[in-house]
């Protein structure tokens, strides 16, 4: 009998699979118009501990008047990342030690509350095309994050 043993790499990119389509599955949450983004924040046991996605928070109204007008949403809304680790704020879980798996590499501001929430991996698709728009902020946000000591990886 011939049988074949994962590599713990092999083990390791299936996970980042699942929790990366698991964020995206999350991602369509969001009744944001222009951009799904999701956020599953994992445990040291591959557990999940908190999920976000981009929406308005809780109690405000998120009708198709205020999501379609940038100047209403842009104020209103909270990233995913950021609704991950006020849903777990909430609840009582910490996500110390945990790994942030996400849609779209973090934006500044989320990778400040990433840090400050002791999260220390953050990963993303590699088949993502970044806005022009955005490039320069993912820049410094992934810097920010590799200086603050967490890894930052695509998978």
Request: net charge negative; glycine share 6%; aromatic share 8%.
């Amino acid at each position: 009998m011939i049988t074949h043993h994962l590599s713990t790499n092999d083990m390791s990119d299936k996970w980042d699979q699942r929790f990366i389509d698991l964020a995206k599955h999350i991602s369509q949450w969001s009744k944001d118009p222009s951009t799904k983004v999701g956020c599953v924040v994992i445990g040291e046991d591959r557990e999940i501990r908190s999920t976000g996605f981009n929406g308005f928070p809780r109690g405000i109204a998120d009708d198709s008047e205020r999501l379609e007008d940038r100047e209403q949403k842009y104020p209103l809304i909270c990233h995913a990342e950021e609704n991950a680790i006020m849903h777990a704020a909430r609840i009582g879980v910490s996500l110390k030690g945990c790994v942030a798996y996400v849609t779209w590499p973090p934006c500044t501001g989320c990778s400040r509350s990433l840090i400050q929430a002791g999260i220390v991996e953050v990963v993303y698709p590699k088949d993502i095309d970044v806005p022009e728009r955005w490039e320069k902020d993912f820049a410094m946000s992934v810097a920010m994050m590799e200086e603050a000591g967490i890894t930052v990886r695509s998978a």
